[in-house]
């Protein structure tokens, strides 16, 4: 059986420790031999973190000679991302040397050059001369190569997987909307009957509640469906470009300017989708205006009028009311666009969905990864259904994608440990109780946690009232009430 660590009891120091290390070529030179001709790499450093050892494994590996290593810290001679240094945080060796703990099957990114990056799989063992650790040394082989190869692959797969479109331009029908709650299904019904004529339809959803799938859906389910599905994000393109985008070009209009037709002539006899529409110029609202009022459009240099046949499915990632109290949109855009209103709600409001969406995309993973995970632990299952999603169906497929990306054979079920940093730190953050909790007065207790919890909330938002109201789950008149009745100034 393989030790936890290698013990030297007659190793007296470091520098003793380096001395039979190096004698190791001369007195054994047929094992000196072997151990270059293997792939796999060997570099040992002692207490202070210089090089002590460097195989001709680790020379073809790295590009450096042993002669350009040897005694020298291996913080200047290695970086973890092109800038940071290497210390006993991100290095396994450093780590090994501190602790006196082995580390086994570890997978390490590293730079050797400013832009030579390494992938390797390596195993660390800390070296004992009696209850001292004097040294460190670290077995591994390059799996570079492999996991770019690796990485190709899953990159093909998950663009064979996701590129399943129509020949209308779309990906998604009603069928693949993921939605079992009672608020989903209410807002489905409600798409179906809407998709069956020809209203523009305005849909109100924050950001990652699957605006554009709705958009889809409609037109796939329309009598337009054999048509294009043509979408825009007007938050996306410069206010300068996006006029001509929408309304094409006309030879002149300017310098290098050809005959382009615009997004409109290229929807013709189908549907538009304008998402995020508060980002558009209020300028270019107007002459949306009078599209929607004459349908016809008249390309950017030129005064000839060409007719357009598109249904306008807009999108909109905040309340209308406040877009147009914050004149980001015209009342009378508004009132042309939403002729039917659309609200999906987000996911904090249908935790019914969550754990259907959760499994969708882990099968959908398990597909593009090649994973057998069947589902979540017992400690994130909890930690999800009390999250917010602030980022919505969005945030939540990320955070099950980078945990499936760190998720290794045998392992069924998603732990904490693989989640997203910042989504553990909120976790880590709220689950425990005060240790010196006492309640004497539970309605004070209750009032005080309330405050510290309300007021981290808001300092963690830069004071933002929308945002934390968001996050707590209330209204904003309830919060601003709140903080009125607990005294808590909104900085």
């Known amino acids: 059986m393989q030790p936890d660590f290698w013990e030297f009891p007659e190793v007296a120091s470091g520098e003793l ?37 460097y195989s001709k494994g680790t020379e073809m590996l790295e590009n450096f000679e042993e002669r350009d290593v040897i005694g020298k810290p291996i913080s200047e ?16 060796v450093l780590k090994a040397l501190k602790t006196g703990q082995p580390l086994k099957n570890q997978h390490m990114t590293y730079f050797v050059s400013e832009t030579k990056k390494v992938d390797v799989i390596t195993n660390v063992y800390p070296i004992y001369a009696g209850k001292e650790v004097v040294a ?20 093909l797969q998950k663009s064979l997987f996701q590129q399943k479109a129509n020949s209308n331009g779309t990906q998604y029908c009603f069928d ?30 924050e950001t990652g509640t699957g605006k554009e799938l709705f958009a ?26 996006l006029e001509s985008v929408l309304f094409g070009t006309s030879k002149g209009a300017f310098t290098g300017a050809i005959e382009k037709p615009g997004l409109f002539e290229e929807a013709q006899n189908g549907t538009l989708f304008l998402d995020e529409i508060n980002s558009m110029d209020m300028h270019l609202q107007t002459k949306l205006l009078r599209v929607l009022q004459t349908k016809t459009i008249m390309r950017v240099g030129s005064n000839k009028s060409i007719p357009v046949n598109a249904r306008i499915i807009s999108a909109i990632n905040m309340d209308p009311k406040e877009a147009l109290d914050k004149n980001l949109l015209r009342s009378d855009i508004y009132y042309r666009l939403s002729v039917v209103n659309l609200v999906i709600p987000p996911l904090r409001e249908r935790s019914d969905c969550l754990l259907a969406l959760t499994d969708h995309f882990i099968k959908q993973n ?9 589902g979540l632990s017992k400690e994130v299952s909890n930690m999800f259904k ?45 689950r425990s109780l005060p240790k010196d909790l006492s309640v004497k007065n539970l309605k004070q207790t209750l009032l005080k946690y309330e405050k510290e919890i309300i007021a981290a909330k808001l300092k963690s ?14 209204s904003r008149q309830h919060l601003q009430y709140r903080l009125k009745r607990l005294k808590i100034k909104e900085a």
Request: with cysteine; aromatic share 6%.
């Open 366 to 374: 398990n597909k593009i990864m090649g994973k057998n995970i069947e």
């Open 386 to 430: 009390r999250y917010n999603w602030p980022g919505n169906v969005r945030e939540l497929e990320h955070a099950v994608e980078h945990a499936m990306n760190l998720a290794e054979d045998p392992e069924k079920n998603l732990g904490l440990y693989q989640l997203p940093p910042y989504l553990k730190n909120k976790f880590e953050s709220h």
């Open 461 to 474: 938002n830069q004071g933002n009232i929308t945002q934390t109201a968001k996050e707590l789950n209330v």
């Open 17 to 53: 420790l380096e001395q039979q290390l190096h004698s190791l070529r001369k007195d054994s030179p047929l094992l000196a031999k072997f151990i270059d001709l293997l792939d796999v790499c060997i570099h040992a450093i002692d207490k202070n973190g210089n090089t002590i050892f």
């Open 176 to 205: 693949q909307i993921i939605g079992p709650g009672q608020a989903m299904q209410e807002t489905i019904n409600i798409a179906k009957k809407v998709a069956l004529n020809y209203s523009p339809v305005l849909i109100q959803g």
């Open 136 to 155: 460190a040394v670290a077995v591994f082989h390059d799996i570079t190569q492999a996991k770019q190869m690796s990485e190709k692959i899953m990159e």
């Open 77 to 92: 001679i290695y970086k973890i991302d092109g800038k940071a240094k290497i210390d006993e945080k991100n290095s396994m």
């Open 216 to 241: 889809q859906s409609i037109h796939n389910a329309s009598p337009l469906a054999k048509g294009p599905f043509v979408a825009v994000n007007c938050a996306a393109i410069p206010e300068t470009l």
